[in-house]
């Protein structure tokens, strides 16, 4: 059901795209998903943005799937700047969860800003890379305030802070003005969720005691959407939340739940998607409520094209889709994908949905952040 509306956008945007001499509009919707995937890969058309319009900057927020490196200097098990973590990376280990770029990088790209988005947290930041766009994002945060106590990480609300210290410097450096420009006109994403799911709910005995599935969504999202309010109280006006992925199906979750032929986790991937459903009614909510020429709110879905991508991989040329491909590829993730794991990995990440036992590769964000702006770009102008 909820890809139909998805597929007439992508009619829409790509009335013309074949695959094997075929028509996508001859295509049965079961399958037209994985045949776009792999009609925008081979064709990598660039994006052109409706009214030719010019993004001035990209602005992040969330958990380790967009985070450059924000965590490198805090006392938390959550980080990345150590090898084999960007061993295909040009500046090698950063701080991204991953073997080379993320989500936040290749959006940048997408929408013609830049090809990296930095963390602002970084000690190299200049006031042109903070003027195009940084990350605020904190590995392993959560909607849920727990999830960021257990992990020691920097908050939703603690990123909030730190936009509204940037907003402060962009002033600073260009004047009212062009700060306010930068601000209302610049794309902000926000990608949060699968921590409060993995880490926190099925982890922990903290909250699942006294929060059934369907009241545990209602409690996260509550403070998304008290996020999101903030957020366009600070001015932005072009915001894109990312929905939670099919966290029952990464590598470290199959080990967890999913029994002895580490099947997907259907009970993690369950709640991810009720979870989807309440994220997409607060954004319908607040669509309603700021119902400004100016402001767009958008829901992105990533669960069905990430899943898709599990399910039909071999189709963009991946050949193991259940595992990563840092050390044994079973659980390890964050400071258990390390250096001691370089002999047990992967000699090519390329063939690997994921990169370890929670994180895509660059070659899955590749194809993912790509299609879902494309399903989406409309409606942020």
């Not at 259907?266 to 402001?295: C, I, M, Q, W």
């Not at 669960?303 to 991508?309: G, N």
């Amino acid at each position: 059901m909820m890809f139909l509306p998805q597929s007439r956008a992508l009619f829409t945007l790509f009335p013309s795209c074949k695959c094997n001499g075929r028509s996508s509009r001859t295509i049965t919707f079961s399958v037209f998903l994985g045949l776009f995937l792999y009609c925008c890969v081979e064709n990598e058309a660039a994006l052109v943005l409706p009214n030719n319009e010019t993004i001035p900057a990209v602005f992040v927020f969330g958990d380790s799937i967009v985070d450059p490196g924000n965590n490198n200097n805090l006392l938390t098990i959550a980080k990345g700047n150590f090898l084999p973590y960007g061993r295909d990376f040009k500046y090698g280990p950063t701080g991204r969860f991953s073997n080379g770029r993320v989500p936040s990088d290749f959006i940048a790209e997408e929408f013609g800003v830049k090809d990296l988005v930095p963390a602002y947290l970084d000690p190299k930041l200049t006031i042109q890379d903070l003027l195009t766009g940084v990350s605020f994002a904190s590995g392993a945060a959560g909607y849920d305030p727990i999830t960021n106590q257990l992990a020691n990480v920097i908050s939703l609300p603690g990123q909030l802070d730190l936009f509204k210290e940037s907003i402060t410097k962009i002033k600073s450096a260009v004047g009212e003005e062009k700060a306010a420009t930068i601000i209302s006109k610049a794309i902000y994403i926000v990608v949060c969720g699968s921590n409060d799911v993995a880490n926190t709910y099925f982890a922990t005995p903290i909250r699942r005691p006294h929060y059934d599935f369907n009241s545990y969504t209602d409690f996260a999202a509550s403070y998304a959407q008290q996020f999101l309010q903030e957020l366009y109280g600070l001015g932005a006006r072009r915001i894109g939340l990312l929905g939670l992925p099919p966290i029952g199906c990464v590598p470290s979750q199959r080990t967890i739940g999913g029994g002895k032929n580490r099947d997907c986790y259907d009970h993690e991937n369950e709640l991810a998607r009720l979870f989807n459903d309440k994220l997409s009614g607060v954004v319908e909510s607040l669509k309603a409520t700021y119902n400004l020429p100016d402001t767009k709110i958008i829901f992105l879905d990533i669960y069905y094209p990430l899943l898709s991508l599990i399910e039909n991989g071999a189709k963009y040329g991946f050949k193991v889709f259940n595992k990563g491909c840092c050390g044994t590829g079973l659980l390890e993730a964050s400071i258990f994908c390390n250096p001691l794991s370089i002999p047990l990995s992967c000699p090519d990440a390329s063939i690997y949905v994921f990169w370890d036992g929670y994180h895509p590769s660059e070659k899955a964000y590749s194809i993912l952040v790509p299609t879902i702006i494309n399903m989406h770009v409309s409606e942020f102008f």
